[in-house]
């Protein structure tokens, strides 16, 4: 009798522990808003810059390769954020993104809605409802999961033709990235959202008519630049325009409403040389993103009214930079070829960049930068 019933509780405990485990992590994945103080100066813009699976391994493998020196040294204010999502102690993008544009935990792989599958408005569609200025600027495709958490409304992800949509629903009023193909090379249906955007007064321009810093977009007209058909190039192989493509959006929105602007901007492929446990190309790609935000601060600091924040949705491969690494030459080694879950950093500088000190949820970026362009609560 004793050995069965020894024998059904070594069957029953797995049950039992996950059972636990599920209740104990459900009941830890319930952030509140968060109270804040009042900002001692009120932001007109924010700029939320993104370096996707950028940890500090990546910030550190970066400094020590660019002369010991990085803009992000710059920043006078740093905080740390939880990156977990509402599902899984180790986030993936679109959790995450979810997280910064909404306020809200979600389960991996949902965009712009909360764990019940229910739609969240983001800070970029808030804005954009206040009549400010909105943009984002990336080097992945425009459709994926960061740049889409801000737009869209998706259960999946992957639905990169269906987040291609979202750009007709919600007036966003300068955008660059790759990922042409999903406007106008459709699979789901016969539409060419890239004419539907010419026809709602954008003006569209793509890498096959030119680059990028050779237009001089107007701006009191809508603004959309397809850098690559899917994926833009890796900076190594001669991509170029994420820093001068950063400044143009700052430079264009601060005109194009009188009222403010939002900009998100996302060094996209960092993520991508962690998922290839490729240090060079982590470095490489960090130091091109730790450029856009030289360029960024500088207009921060002459436009006097522009909140920058600085973070990263996770890190990504476990990167370590081991004996052995030298300046400008690291040894690396990596503990995976997925996400990790790392405590972020968070760099803010500007009005309202006191309310990034500390240790924080993810979502708090969301209430954070809400506080500082002094959106009233929900």
Known sequence: MYKRFFFLL??????????QKKTATSAAYTPTQPTLPKPLKQAKNV??????????????????SNGNKLNLERFPVAGLQKSYAANDLITDSAASATSFA?????????????????????????AEAKGLATGMVVTSTITHAT??????HVKSRKSEEE??????????????????????????????????????????????KGNLTDLNPD????????????????????????????????????VHSDKGFFLMIEGSQIDWGGHGNNSDYIVSETIDFDKAIGLILD??????????????????????????????????????????????????YGPG??????????????????????????
């Open 10 to 19: 070594l069957l029953l405990s797995p049950i039992f522990i996950l059972a």
């Open 47 to 64: 700029i939320l810059l993104i370096g996707d699976g950028m940890g500090l391994t990546q910030i550190s493998g970066a400094l020590y």
């Open 102 to 126: 909404c306020g809200v935990k979600t389960n991996n792989g949902a965009i712009g809605m909360d764990r019940d599958s229910m739609p969240v408005p983001s800070i970029l569609e808030e």
């Open 147 to 152: 740049p889409a958490a801000f737009i869209a």
């Open 163 to 208: 987040i291609a949509e979202a750009f007709l629903k919600t007036e966003i009023d300068f955008f660059v990235g790759g990922g042409e193909k999903f406007f106008n090379q459709r699979t789901i249906d016969q539409r060419n959202l890239s004419d539907e955007l010419t026809k709602k007064g954008y003006l569209v321009a793509d890498f096959s």
């Open 219 to 254: 701006p009191k007209q809508n603004f959309a630049y397809f850098s690559a058909a899917e994926n833009p190039l890796p900076v190594s192989s001669g991509r170029t325009y994420l820093a001068p493509a950063s400044k143009m959006a700052a430079d264009f929105l601060k």
């Open 299 to 348: 207009f921060a600091k002459a436009d006097g009214e522009t909140l920058v924040v600085v973070t990263a949705d996770h890190e990504t491969g476990g990167y370590a930079l081991n004996p052995g690494s030298e300046f400008g030459k690291m040894t690396a080694g990596f503990t995976t070829a997925g996400h990790s879950a790392q405590l972020i950093p968070v760099f803010a």
């Open 353 to 378: 960049s006191e309310l990034f000190y500390g240790t924080y949820e993810n979502t708090d970026i969301y209430w954070r930068m809400r506080k500082a362009l002094g959106f009233e609560n929900k």
